[in-house]
């Protein structure tokens, strides 16, 4: 079993790895608090949060099973070298539990809150179903053979699917709307800053054991943090760049109508 060369960069791996879990456990917190304050999910694709989902519940029977099972530990070492280390850490394991309660949250907020006349697509839906029908058919392919670090494996991939396609669904609905007014900044700022410091966190891991092996023996964990790098730089541009004027208007529009209704209000009272 492998272990650190060098003592400092295990400090800076483990920093890395908590500052990348706060700061994704963190970034699901705005959006809760808007739709809590707001009392509405308009804005908040529907369709992002039921991928999301799947995506975070496939990451966690992932980062649970090879971090916890010995023996999915030592097919995966069969596999990418007897010396090589565990590619995923205790920060992983966390995030992806606090994602799955969170995001499932999110999706009750959905279910009470104004959602105008936005709904779940039945290609999102259809989507969902495929990808358990899979994870389904691979757990029935696994257990004759006992190819558990496979069948984990097959969960990595459903996740990176839907990190993939998670995000589409909102920047077409901020494209359509030109607008990202009921959709958190303060969320896609930290996501940024987690998908930056779990890259790194590798990055440190691969230089201290001279081998770049857990970047292809994790793929999920190397295309959760490229893909959510990208989508988050492309909401940024969308936030900042594209749509501000709108958002903008948006907002006065909202204050002057808050002004206009105060002094009927005090009438009234």
Not at 35 to 41: A, D, E, I, L, W
Request: charged fraction near 10%; include cysteine.
């Amino acid at each position: 079993m492998s272990s650190w060369n060098s003592v400092h960069l295990e400090v800076l791996y483990n920093v890395l790895g908590w500052v990348a879990f706060s700061s994704w456990s963190i970034s699901f917190y705005p959006q809760v608090i808007l739709n809590f304050q707001r009392k509405s999910v308009v804005g908040l694709n529907f369709d992002f949060a039921l991928l999301n989902l799947t995506k975070h519940s496939s990451y966690l029977i992932y980062n649970a099973s090879l971090f916890f099972s010995s023996t999915v530990q030592r097919q995966y070492r069969k596999k990418f070298g007897l010396n090589e280390m565990i590619p995923v850490a205790p920060n992983d394991v966390a995030f992806s539990i606090h994602a799955v309660l969170l995001t499932a949250y999110t999706l009750f907020q959905i279910a009470i809150y104004d959602r105008g006349n936005q709904k779940v697509s039945k290609i999102s839906i259809g989507i969902v179903s495929v990808a358990w029908l899979s994870a389904a058919v691979c757990v029935f392919v696994a257990i004759p053979r006992h190819s558990w670090f496979w069948l984990v494996s097959c969960f990595n991939d459903i996740q990176v699917v839907m990190t993939i396609i998670k995000y589409i669904p909102q920047v077409i609905l901020n494209f359509r709307r030109k607008s990202t007014i009921g959709f958190s900044i303060g969320n896609i700022l930290l996501d940024f800053l987690g998908g930056l410091t779990n890259y790194c966190q590798m990055a440190v891991q691969s230089i201290d054991q001279n081998s770049w092996v857990n970047f292809n023996g994790n793929i999920g964990k190397t295309m959760i943090s490229l893909v959510s790098i990208f989508f988050d730089i492309l909401f940024m541009l969308q936030h900042y760049v594209l749509y501000r004027s709108k958002n903008k208007a948006n907002i006065a529009s909202n204050s002057n109508v808050v002004t206009e209704e105060q002094p009927k209000d005090i009438e009234a009272s």
